[in-house]
């Protein structure tokens, strides 16, 4: 059962709920008649959107939690399957990033997004697939990036926490198909969310500032993508090609990826730097 005919009536856990992707994902779920429970650590904007679901007719729980804690993971897992039965659609969202050079990255937050980005969907899916896999059904999304498959500078940590994500999704889709649960990466490229601070937006490519789209057209594409049963979702789609060329020639996509960012950072730098001083 891969392809998700109807959202009607399903479970669905979001995590990072409270902003951005999440929030929009969850909106459109309960608007196709889904049952949220809505996972975040910030309380306040998860009751906001907890109402935003019921007014549009479904059920919604908050479950207050930071995902880089295992324990309380866990503990939010029983307390949604209690509040709204078993979960049918988990959606690993929950993340953050940083643009930063990695020998300017401080241990401390290399670690903490590890534990978020990476171990976070680890701790939820480990609490939750096993009811999937004795019921036969589920579907899990695994909000990955761009930045999973193909790598830039200045965001080395966080490439490094969605590379592990991808390759966790894929592994996994496959062990567990034959089972009844269905497994989704999805790869967006730059979407218009609180996921951008002021540094990061400085310090982002041209490139990525200019494909930049919003929120609600990824999750279109992340509903279309769950109802013709597939496995991976790139959006934008038309980044993908990127994929291909790195296979093809690395060497040239080694070349294009540093020309594209660091590069065409420092040359606006410049520029920007040269406007302000004549
Ligand atoms: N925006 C993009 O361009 C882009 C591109 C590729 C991939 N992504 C991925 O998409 C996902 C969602 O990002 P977004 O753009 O929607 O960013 P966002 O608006 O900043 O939302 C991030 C969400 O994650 C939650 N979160 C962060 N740390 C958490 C923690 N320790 N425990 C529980 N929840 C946590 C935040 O909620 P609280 O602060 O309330 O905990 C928030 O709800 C992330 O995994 C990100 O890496 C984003």
């Not at 779920?29 to 904007?45: F, I, K, M, V, W």
């Not at 897992?77 to 020998?103: C, D, I, K, Q, T």
Request: with cysteine.
């Amino acid at each position: 059962m891969a392809r998700l005919a109807s959202a009607r009536g399903l479970h669905a856990l979001v995590t990072g709920a409270s902003s951005g992707i999440g929030r929009a994902l969850a909106l459109r779920l309960a608007r196709e008649g889904a049952h949220l429970s809505l996972l975040a650590r910030r309380r306040e904007a998860l009751e906001a959107l907890a109402d935003e679901v019921r007014a549009v007719g479904a059920e919604a729980r908050v479950l207050v939690c930071d995902v880089a804690d295992r324990t309380a993971c866990a503990a939010a897992a029983v307390e949604a399957v209690s509040n709204l039965g078993p979960v049918e659609l988990l959606v690993n969202n929950a993340g953050y990033g940083r643009h930063r050079r990695f020998v300017d990255h401080e241990l401390d937050d290399i670690e903490r997004m590890l534990r978020v980005n990476t171990l976070g969907s680890i701790y939820l899916t480990k609490a939750l697939l096993p009811a999937m896999l004795e019921a036969r059904r589920g579907w899990i999304v695994f909000v990955a990036s761009v930045a999973g498959k193909i790598a830039s500078p200045d965001e080395s940590v966080y490439a490094a926490t969605k590379f592990a994500v991808v390759g966790l999704a894929s592994a996994l889709g496959l062990e567990v198909e034959e089972a009844g649960v269905h497994v989704l990466t999805v790869c967006p490229g730059a979407i218009r969310t609180p996921f951008f601070d002021e540094e990061s937006l400085s310090r982002l490519p041209p490139v990525a500032l200019r494909g930049m789209v919003e929120p609600e057209a990824l999750v279109d594409a992340i509903m279309k993508a769950l109802t013709a049963g597939k496995h991976e979702l790139t959006y934008p789609r038309g980044i993908a090609a990127g994929y291909a060329v790195q296979g093809l020639a690395p060497r040239f996509m080694r070349r294009q990826v540093k020309r594209t960012t660091i590069d065409a950072v420092a040359k606006r730098d410049r520029r920007e730097g040269a406007g302000r001083t004549s």
